[in-house]
């Protein structure tokens, strides 16, 4: 268990290290399998990642609230309400993944096939495993079949859920999908989630305990760029113009074809794999469905990435759908570059109001690198690479824990937590469980308030950088131990 804590894949402690903490921690009456339960929850690499495909109205969204057990993605008795946020945090028996929710499609505009399959697409080239929900009432339909062909090409681990299956008595229409060529159909209620038990149990044997490396396919590969943001802000323009060709066509339907994905590109005298995520244009009767795809390809785009670098449109005031895919880089932990395009075209008015709008607006991603430029006319083209740069430098440093706890013992002595209830909380050590963004869990004495983890999120940017990158701040409250006689 050690070695999985304090290996050498993500850079966390050290052997010396590891051993110089669980002393201080058992000093300050921290149990080791407390401590070590902490760091290994804090100290994951990426987590696998499960995509729940399916055609229209199997009940994929109430599938997904079953699985991380609340009532997150939207469920109405009709196609195509799914919006916005695609990726969720699960649990089960103890380990952790992401659900990619695939509900949302474009009704009566491409035909349910070529929707379907556009979207489970997308899903499928970001996830580990698949859980491929049918309608067991209904049976295997031609649409089903299409979902199929994409999931064996695509050689994803699949679990077929046979949903709708409220009693014994629809085990027989579950039985039926063995025609599928899937192996054993699960038989599941989502709505009253019957068999979802045993159900989880097949997703965890298909997910990886660790996720396949996607940062390149070498020891010193190229590193791996998302560029993403809400549709026509001029992705597709900032991609060709650093390739120096035409390398990406706009199609104007939303998820009909797939754009070549990775683009490598040499920048700065470097190879870069750009992950593109450009190709979709809204026409006004398509403005849902667009939406929806931008967010799901958007989504897979990032889990693939270590950079997102997110193109804003200078020209327009930031939008909710900015803030969204600014949260969703965020939440994944990548890397961040804010790239603010067209540039070139303001006047002195826009830009007034555009530094207003990013103080208040883009305030929680401060530390962001950003870079202003211009797609069009290749304006500061230049600055994007090290901008790239700072962000990943940030995103992999670590703070040796010696370091880290003389920094928190000035730190609470200048700065201590407020008296809350007569009781005064207290930040006793810490270390950095891992980086890729830095991840750093914090041993306490009592409850530790958000407003005193952002204070503290807030100086270790101050004494350490972290440019560019999210950081994770868990706290560890030391359990209350009758005194030993």
Excluded at 89 to 111: H, N, P
Excluded at 174 to 198: F, N
Excluded at 201 to 229: S, Y
Excluded at 446 to 468: K, S
């Amino acid at each position: 268990m050690n070695d999985q804590i304090h290996g050498d894949e993500h850079g966390e402690l050290g052997d010396a290290e590891y051993a110089e903490f669980m002393e201080l921690a058992a000093q300050e009456g921290f149990e080791a399998d407390e401590v070590e339960g902490a760091l290994g929850e804090a100290g994951h690499g990426p987590l696998p990642v499960l995509a729940v495909v399916g055609r229209p109205n199997v009940g994929k969204s109430t599938l997904v609230n079953r699985i991380i057990g609340r009532r997150e993605a939207v469920v109405e008795d009709r196609p195509g309400v799914t919006r916005d946020r695609v990726t969720y945090e699960a649990e089960w028996a103890g380990r952790r993944f992401k659900v990619v929710d695939t509900g949302g499609w474009e009704q009566d505009v491409l035909g349910i096939d070529a929707s379907v399959a556009a979207q489970a697409e997308y899903a499928i080239d970001a996830a580990d495993a698949v859980v491929f929900v049918v309608d067991a009432t209904v049976g295997a339909t031609d649409t089903d079949e299409a979902v199929v062909k994409l999931l064996r090409r695509a050689g994803k681990p699949v679990v077929l859920c046979a949903n709708k299956v409220d009693g014994p008595s629809g085990e027989a229409d579950a039985a039926m999908l063995w025609s599928l060529g899937l192996g054993e159909p699960m038989p599941v209620s989502a709505l009253h989630g019957r068999g979802t038990g045993d159900m989880l149990d097949e997703v965890l044997k298909a997910l990886p305990d660790a996720p396949a490396q996607r940062f390149g396919t070498a020891v010193g590969g190229p590193r791996r760029i998302a560029l993403i943001g809400r549709p026509n802000v001029g992705k597709s323009s900032l991609l060709n113009k650093v390739a120096g060709e035409e390398r990406v066509v706009v199609n104007e339907l939303a998820g009909t074809t797939r754009d070549p994905v990775d683009e490598l590109i040499e920048l700065g005298g470097v190879t870069w794999k750009f992950v593109d995520t450009a190709g979709i244009r809204k026409r006004v009767h398509l403005q849902e469905g667009a939406d929806y795809y931008a967010s799901l390809r958007t989504a897979a785009a990032v889990e693939k990435a270590e950079v997102a670098v997110i193109l804003i449109d200078a020209s327009e005031t930031i939008s909710v759908q900015d803030q969204r895919i600014v949260t969703m880089a965020v939440e994944a932990g990548r890397a961040i570059v804010i790239a603010y395009n067209k540039w070139d075209t303001l006047d002195e008015e826009r830009r007034y109001y555009l530094e207003r709008e990013i103080e208040t607006e883009f305030q929680q991603i401060a530390w962001a690198p950003r870079v202003n430029v211009s797609a069009q006319t290749g304006r500061h083209m230049e600055k994007l690479v090290p901008a790239i740069e700072t962000a990943l430098a940030g995103w992999e440093t670590r703070v040796p824990t010696g370091r880290l706890n003389a920094f928190l013992g000035e730190l609470v002595a200048a700065h201590p937590h407020p008296i809350r209830g007569g009781k005064q909380p207290r930040i006793l050590f810490g270390t950095q469980a891992g980086t890729k963004p830095p991840r750093f869990v914090l041993f306490a004495s009592g409850f530790i308030e958000a407003g005193y983890r952002r204070f503290v999120e807030r100086r270790l940017r101050e004494e350490f950088g972290f440019e560019g990158t999210p950081i994770h701040i868990s706290v560890r409250v030391r359990e209350k131990r009758g005194r030993k006689k």
